[in-house]
C-alpha cells in the first residue's frame, strides 16, 4: 500500500506531539537534577520532524561535579520515551567550549534555550 501525503503528514504529527512531551519531560528531569540552561538544537529545534527525529540538549550543569560525571549521571537517571542526545557541561566548559567548539557555537547560534534557571 503506497504511503500517501496525507499518511506521512499524520506520521509526523504524532512524531511532534511525542516530541513536544518528551521536551517537556526532559526539562522536568534536567531540572530536577539541577539543570541551570537547556538548549535545544538539531531538526526538532528548527521544525524539520520525520519519524525517527530524536532530541538534541546542550545542557548546562552546576561545577559541583565535571561535565564527565554529569553525563553519567544524567544518562542513568534520565528516562525518556524518545530517543535524546543530551550534552551536559558545567558552566566553566560551557564557557570554553563556546571559544573553542564550532559545534557547540552552531547548536547555540541555531537552536534555543527551551530552560534557564532564574
Same mark, same amino acid.
Given at each position: 500500500?503506497?504511503?500517501?501525503? @496525507?499518511?506521512?503528514?499524520?506520521? /509526523? @504529527?504524532?512524531?511532534?506531539?511525542?516530541?513536544?512531551?518528551?521536551? *517537556? #519531560?526532559?526539562?522536568?528531569?534536567?531540572?530536577?537534577?539541577?539543570?541551570?540552561? =537547556?538548549?535545544?538544537?538539531?531538526?526538532?529545534?528548527?521544525?524539520? %520532524?520525520? /519519524?525517527?527525529?530524536?532530541?538534541?540538549?546542550?545542557?548546562?550543569?552546576?561545577?559541583?561535579?565535571?561535565?564527565? @560525571?554529569?553525563?553519567?549521571?544524567?544518562?542513568? *537517571?534520565?528516562?525518556? #520515551?524518545?530517543?535524546?542526545? %543530551?550534552?551536559?557541561?558545567? @558552566? #566553566?566548559?560551557? /564557557?570554553?567550549? %563556546? #571559544?573553542?567548539?564550532?559545534?557547540? /557555537?552552531?547548536?547555540?547560534?541555531?537552536?534555543?534555550? =527551551?530552560?534557564?534557571?532564574?
Amino acid at each position: 500500500m503506497p504511503i500517501t501525503f @496525507e499518511k506521512l503528514q499524520a506520521q /509526523r @504529527e504524532l512524531r511532534k506531539k511525542k516530541l513536544d512531551h518528551a521536551l *517537556k #519531560e526532559a526539562i522536568r528531569q534536567l531540572k530536577d537534577l539541577g539543570a541551570l540552561k =537547556v538548549i535545544l538544537f538539531g531538526s526538532y529545534s528548527s521544525g524539520v %520532524i520525520r /519519524r525517527w527525529s530524536d532530541l538534541d540538549l546542550l545542557v548546562v550543569m552546576p561545577s559541583t561535579k565535571s561535565g564527565k @560525571e554529569w553525563f553519567k549521571d544524567i544518562y542513568d *537517571k534520565i528516562d525518556i #520515551e524518545v530517543a535524546v542526545d %543530551i550534552l551536559p557541561f558545567t @558552566e #566553566e566548559e560551557f /564557557r570554553m567550549k %563556546i #571559544e573553542t567548539s564550532s559545534f557547540i /557555537r552552531h547548536a547555540i547560534r541555531t537552536g534555543r534555550v =527551551v530552560y534557564e534557571e532564574r
